[in-house]
């Protein structure tokens, strides 16, 4: 099964293990590799593994659209371009910032003394093609074990960067994706899954993560969290403004079904071989998904837990994410897709279970990785060292976010959120200028000429209303008090609020896609309807009601 083939670099994975008993996962293998191999020099790498993870790696790269496409079908349809662009560019700048010195930081050869951070020895991957990964029983590529990485990095910056949802600046937020990743991902990594030099501390501690409980859920979850915080919250918040159902479920089904799949890649990849290790955590993904309904961070540990641990890590993350989204009511703070509920909470609970279900044999199952196992092996102290661990990554992913954020919203040109008007208007049309859904654009404005500036038309969407036509009134001061003009609004339960305007005036397209018929009007007053968002004067210009 074994072919030639060049000899790229030195690393290790995070998914192999240690040579004692103390250790967790990332390889001793790797540890212990040999000094660089020269240019000339051929070793043997096991195309089937070589194969097998460049199939993960294009199964996790199908999770970053999946969040999107999430995070866009639960936010409304004004914003709902923003989210999926933002998940893709966070993917773009993720991975230059791991080529530039993302991966060095994270799994160089040589950790600073503390244990913290690597070095910038790999900064540019260079030195990758020097060497190898050995993985035992077989070996790869580390330049593939270096980009397999690069999408952890990529999707623990995407939980994050979802604080940002319908009230976030771009712009600010990819400067904030590169430095986030630098200073809160790269160091949590390193100390989590590096086996080199003096290793990282927790790792050498003992603590087990087998694909990102810490590093990519709990540091994510934390840091929307403290994005959310510092962003504040939506207009409207704690009202009937934003008690709204999400636009579009299809979306949400869409990006569920993408992460599904992608969970495979993330799991069963993390034994970088095609391994009955990697089959393990492949049953526990699927079966943990299928128990808990869908926690993304329940299936974290698959390749420490035997299969039937993966009924109570779904039942467990599951039900205790799911009361987790009342933490942001208890603190009142506006997070806005739950980030911190289903990925800080559930994480933390997928890794204290992970201390009480792993089993050394399967473990073992690489024919390398030795650790104490947890409760099952009478290992009681290995909870601890998950608690600890954990608690860690949480409370300097919240506090650095915090940090950052709040220096960058003091930068002359990175204030993080946008004007209320632009608020109002969506992400999609002030951050963009793109929307979703191609109907949207004819149907989200009704444009009234307004002869005094500075008023506004509060309140003139009806996300939760029926998709049949409502009838709404409208009285004019110069005609008969008992004649009126009928304005019909379909398309969602649409309507207006009371506002007196000079002219009334309905473009074309706008008529013909949401059925208003309504011409020029003298004095025109709108009968009003409970709805959420709001129209906006722009100086003495029109007054632009969104409909979406």
Same mark, same amino acid.
């Given at each position: ?94 991975? /230059?910032?791991?080529? /530039? ?189 299928? =128990?808990?309904?869908?926690?993304? =961070? ?123 008007t632009a608020e109002v208007l969506g992400i999609d049309d002030s951050e963009i200028g793109e929307f979703a859904y191609d109907y949207v654009e004819l149907t989200r404005e009704m444009v009234i000429d307004h002869v005094g500036g500075g008023s506004i ?30 304005? /019909? ?28 018929? =309504? ?30």
């Amino acid at each position: 099964m074994a072919t030639n083939t060049t000899s790229i670099a030195t690393s290790t994975p995070h998914a192999s293990s240690s040579a004692t008993s103390t250790h967790s996962a990332a390889a001793a293998a790797a540890a212990a590799t040999s000094s660089p191999k020269t240019n000339h020099e051929v070793n043997l790498y096991h195309d089937g593994d070589i194969s097998f993870l460049i199939l993960c790696t294009a199964l996790i790269l199908l999770m970053i659209p999946g969040v999107g496409f999430f995070y866009s079908g639960l936010s409304r349809r004004k914003s709902a371009l923003s989210l999926m662009f933002l998940s893709i560019l966070a993917c773009a700048v993720t991975c /230059i910032q791991w080529f /530039i010195w993302g991966y060095s930081l994270s799994f160089s050869h040589n950790v600073t003394k503390s244990g913290f951070v690597g070095t910038l020895s790999n900064a540019f991957y260079i030195d990758v093609l020097d060497g190898k990964v050995e993985s035992l029983p077989h070996e790869i590529p580390d330049l593939l074990f270096a980009t397999y990485e690069s999408f952890f990095s990529a999707m623990a910056v995407v939980l994050a960067a979802g604080a940002v949802a319908e009230r976030g600046r771009l712009l600010p937020c990819v400067v904030f994706m590169f430095v986030w990743a630098t200073l809160v991902y790269d160091p949590v990594a390193c100390w989590t899954w590096n086996p080199h030099g003096n290793r990282g501390w927790a790792y050498a501690m003992g603590v087990l993560d087998w694909g990102g409980g810490t590093p990519v859920h709990i540091v994510g979850g934390c840091a929307s969290l403290a994005y959310s915080m510092v962003l504040g919250k939506r207009k409207g918040h704690g009202t009937h403004e934003l008690n709204y159902r999400p636009h579009n479920v299809a979306s949400v089904v869409i990006g569920t079904v993408f992460l599904w799949v992608g969970w495979f890649g993330f799991n069963a990849g993390s034994a970088l071989a095609a391994n009955m290790r990697a089959v393990v955590a492949a049953a526990n993904t699927n079966l943990a998904a299928c =128990v808990g309904g869908i926690t993304c =961070v329940s299936y974290d540990d698959a390749g420490f837990v035997p299969v039937w641990a993966a009924v109570p890590f779904g039942i467990l993350g599951a039900a205790l994410a799911n009361y987790g989204t009342k933490i942001k009511f208890l603190c009142n703070i506006d997070d806005a897709l739950d980030t911190f509920a289903v990925h800080t909470v559930a994480g933390l609970v997928g890794n204290i279970l992970t201390g009480i279900f792993a089993c050394k044999h399967i473990a073992h199952l690489d024919q390398v990785t030795v650790i104490d196992g947890g409760w099952v092996d009478h290992n009681w102290k290995q909870p601890i060292f998950q608690l600890a661990g954990s608690f860690a990554g949480g409370v300097y992913s919240f506090v650095m976010t915090a940090i950052i954020v709040f220096a960058l919203d003091h930068i002359p040109g990175m204030s993080l959120r946008v004007s209320e008007t632009a608020e109002v208007l969506g992400i999609d049309d002030s951050e963009i200028g793109e929307f979703a859904y191609d109907y949207v654009e004819l149907t989200r404005e009704m444009v009234i000429d307004h002869v005094g500036g500075g008023s506004i038309m509060d309140g003139n969407v009806g996300e939760t209303g029926s998709m049949s036509s409502r009838h709404q009134h409208t009285q004019y001061p110069n005609q008969h008090p008992h004649q009126h003009q009928q304005i /019909i609004v379909g398309g969602g339960g649409r309507s207006v609020s009371p506002t007196t305007v000079t002219t009334a005036t309905v473009t074309a397209a706008a008529c013909g896609a949401s059925g208003v018929g =309504v011409g020029p009007r003298e004095g025109a007053v709108f009968g009003r309807e409970d709805t959420k968002d709001s129209g906006v004067v722009f100086g003495n210009g029109p007054v632009v009601t969104s409909y979406y």
